[in-house]
């Protein structure tokens, strides 16, 4: 733990007489400096490391919206990724929400083929075609 010292000059009269003690310069108020300087470069590596998680995660948290109708003679339509960031990576989600269906049911909605900048989506139901939102996010670290 450290502890801040409070350091005082050593004054002395005209006449040799002691006004005010000094701190003495000691190998115990040299390491406790020792010691504060190491836990303030321990604190900011943990900051630092901490900041750059942050960024990363919020780097990685850009959330996509792509709204798209999908046929039923789309067995497998491509869609690509609007995005200012480029994904490096195709570990991304792909979260599907159905907004509207036409002429049936839209089943299960599947998502493959994943790219940097894009990836395949078909349904298995009986709708003749499907408004979906799809949500993209990470792949970007």
Sequence with gaps: MYNKTNW?????????QVIQEGTPLSAKNLNNIEQGVFISNALNAVMAQFNRL???????????????????????????I???????????????????????????IIVSAKQANGFKVKYTGTATSITVALYVQGGML
């Design 8 to 16: 005082q000059d050593h004054v002395v009269d005209q006449n040799g």
């Design 82 to 108: 609007p995005s200012n960031k480029l994904r490096n990576r195709t570990t991304y989600n792909v979260t599907p929400v159905i907004v509207s269906t036409t002429g049936g049911t839209a089943g299960d």
């Design 54 to 80: 942050l960024l990363d995660r919020i780097n990685e948290n850009e959330v996509v919206t792509i709204t798209d109708t999908i046929t039923g003679a789309d067995t497998d339509k491509s869609v690509v």
